[in-house]
């Protein structure tokens, strides 16, 4: 076959292979296979660029059974070839590499490389979105016939992945919509149902006061107790209610959040929010572990925000509890801790002993691009990257640890200190 037939072979297979609109991970994946096919290659790498940490973050390798025993899955985004090859927006082919990083990677690998060819993953005038790098030709090296087709190929891919961002971002734009029209009739019915308390209050006042003057018995007072008790649970859930679908609405519609930030303990509002889980959990046989740190010092934050981040990393580690339990297994536990020490970041983490998240999942639920996980609980994704905006709009940052079949930590971490005299600046 010669290299113009060749080049034909491998844009229709790019072409008919990347037209569908899969899952982020699969167009990695297919991008890898092509590229190995097209050339003759032994094997190679995958890295998709991430501007927020300008690093090269590794995606998939060939043969696959070498993933796990790569030294470095993260690069920063000058470094060596791949870095080179990013920046100057150029292919390279390379003969063998006896540095100090390549000799690193052989021994961790097992993989010695006589040669190799780096392509960008772009569209002409656009950034790269990445480095497709390929090792060891089958018969003899890498040619600039080889860099032509990698680069068709690049063109083709890239502009999968940019059709698939636009998609996911059409979806997530359809979802908003949704989202707003939903938390804005939910802030009206709950509204309503407010003033009906409202309404309820006065008379039961009054029954309060003429109880009082007739000395009832004592379990006539404890059931008064009880319902007056009950009426104002009530109305602060309503009043969480209009407060947490008026921020909803606020996010689907755009408008930058502001949030109430404000220097005072921390630990009442964490317990509360997760004590609101406590039913489902019994119901399900999952134990719910508190360890707070009462006497924390007081930290900079939104009572709102904090409230619903809690209960969304705590609905989440439902569901993965659940995933993993099975019909007939035991559904595990969750873990919430609250720690902090002063001058140290405040940390708030939710533990579940669920099915664990591989490390691409973990980048995608950072990046804000997680749909939902779990098959038994079908969910929109949005859950987490509503958290994302809650603590970045307090100056905050999310971690994941992650291990599969074992568990994961969901990390809150806020800035120690008083609030910022611009604590009151709208955060986009």
Same mark, same amino acid.
């Given at each position: 076959?010669?290299?113009?037939?060749?080049?034909?072979?491998?844009?229709?297979?790019?072409?008919? &292979?990347?037209?569908?609109?899969?899952?982020?991970?699969?167009?990695?994946?297919?991008?890898?296979?092509? $590229?190995?096919?097209?050339?003759?290659?032994?094997?190679?790498?995958?890295?998709?660029?991430?501007?927020?940490?300008?690093?090269?973050?590794?995606?998939?390798?060939?043969?696959?059974?070498?993933?796990?025993?790569?030294?470095?899955?993260?690069?920063?985004?000058?470094?060596?070839?791949?870095?080179?090859?990013?920046?100057?927006?150029?292919?390279e082919t390379t003969q063998a590499q006896h540095?100090?990083?390549?000799?690193?990677?052989?021994?961790?690998?097992?993989?010695?490389?006589?040669?190799?060819?780096?392509?960008?993953?772009?569209?002409?005038?656009?950034?790269?979105?990445?480095?497709? !790098?390929?090792?060891?030709?089958?018969?003899?090296?890498?040619?600039?016939?080889?860099?032509?087709?990698?680069?068709?190929?690049?063109?083709?891919?890239?502009?999968?992945?940019?059709?698939?961002?636009?998609?996911? !971002?059409?979806?997530?734009?359809?979802?908003?919509?949704?989202?707003?029209?939903?938390?804005?009739?939910? &802030?009206?019915?709950?509204?309503?149902?407010?003033?009906?308390?409202?309404?309820?209050?006065?008379?039961?006042?009054?029954?309060?006061?003429?109880?009082?003057?007739?000395n009832p018995d004592p379990e006539t007072r404890?059931?008064?107790?009880?319902?007056?008790?009950?009426?104002?649970?009530?109305?602060?859930?309503?009043?969480?209610?209009?407060?947490?679908? &008026?921020?909803?609405?606020?996010?689907?519609?755009?408008?930058?959040?502001?949030?109430?930030?404000?220097?005072?303990?921390?630990?009442?509002?964490?317990?509360?929010?997760?004590?609101?889980?406590?039913?489902? $959990?019994?119901?399900?046989?999952?134990?719910?572990?508190?360890?707070?740190?009462?006497? =924390?010092?007081?930290? $900079?934050?939104?009572?709102?925000?904090?409230?619903?981040?809690?209960?969304?990393?705590?609905?989440?580690?439902?569901?993965?509890?659940?995933? &993993?339990?099975?019909?007939?297994?035991?559904?595990?536990?969750?873990?919430?801790?609250?720690?902090?020490?002063?001058?140290?970041?405040?940390?708030?983490?939710?533990?579940?002993?669920?099915?664990?998240?591989?490390?691409?999942?973990?980048?995608?639920?950072?990046?804000?691009?997680?749909?939902?996980?779990?098959?038994?609980?079908?969910?929109?994704?949005?859950?987490?990257?509503?958290?994302?905006?809650?603590?970045? =709009?307090?100056?905050?940052?999310?971690?994941?640890?992650?291990?599969?079949?074992?568990?994961?930590?969901?990390?809150?971490?806020?800035?120690?200190?008083?609030?910022?005299?611009?604590?009151?600046?709208?955060?986009?």
């Amino acid at each position: 076959m010669d290299a113009n037939e060749r080049l034909i072979r491998a844009v229709q297979h790019a072409t008919r &292979k990347l037209a569908g609109s899969g899952p982020f991970d699969s167009l990695l994946r297919d991008v890898l296979s092509i $590229c190995v096919e097209a050339v003759g290659a032994a094997g190679g790498t995958i890295y998709t660029h991430d501007p927020a940490t300008r690093t090269l973050r590794f995606q998939h390798v060939l043969p696959e059974d070498v993933g796990d025993r790569l030294p470095f899955r993260i690069l920063p985004d000058d470094f060596g070839v791949v870095g080179r090859v990013f920046h100057n927006r150029q292919a390279e082919t390379t003969q063998a590499q006896h540095d100090e990083p390549h000799q690193v990677i052989a021994k961790a690998t097992g993989v010695v490389v006589d040669n190799m060819v780096t392509v960008p993953l772009m569209v002409p005038d656009e950034e790269p979105i990445g480095v497709v !790098q390929l090792i060891n030709k089958a018969s003899g090296n890498f040619t600039e016939n080889d860099v032509a087709v990698l680069e068709i190929v690049s063109n083709v891919s890239a502009l999968a992945f940019m059709n698939h961002a636009l998609s996911e !971002q059409s979806a997530r734009a359809l979802q908003l919509l949704g989202m707003g029209r939903v938390a804005h009739d939910i &802030k009206n019915m709950a509204a309503a149902q407010k003033s009906m308390v409202d309404y309820v209050e006065l008379p039961l006042a009054i029954l309060n006061g003429e109880l009082g003057d007739l000395n009832p018995d004592p379990e006539t007072r404890r059931l008064a107790n009880e319902a007056n008790e009950m009426l104002g649970r009530l109305r602060r859930s309503l009043e969480l209610t209009m407060d947490y679908t &008026k921020l909803m609405s606020d996010l689907s519609s755009g408008i930058p959040l502001r949030p109430e930030l404000r220097f005072e303990p921390m630990a009442d509002t964490i317990a509360t929010s997760v004590s609101y889980y406590e039913p489902q $959990c019994r119901q399900n046989g999952v134990a719910l572990v508190y360890q707070i740190q009462t006497e =924390a010092p007081p930290a $900079c934050h939104d009572r709102l925000y904090m409230f619903r981040i809690c209960q969304n990393l705590v609905s989440n580690a439902i569901k993965a509890v659940l995933e &993993k339990a099975g019909p007939e297994g035991k559904p595990g536990s969750i873990t919430v801790r609250y720690r902090a020490l002063e001058g140290q970041p405040h940390i708030v983490e939710v533990e579940d002993t669920g099915p664990g998240m591989s490390r691409e999942i973990i980048e995608r639920v950072l990046a804000g691009r997680a749909g939902s996980m779990w098959e038994k609980a079908k969910g929109s994704g949005w859950g987490t990257k509503i958290v994302l905006n809650l603590v970045e =709009a307090q100056r905050g940052s999310l971690e994941i640890d992650s291990e599969v079949g074992v568990g994961t930590t969901f990390r809150v971490l806020l800035p120690a200190g008083d609030c910022p005299s611009d604590a009151s600046s709208p955060v986009t």
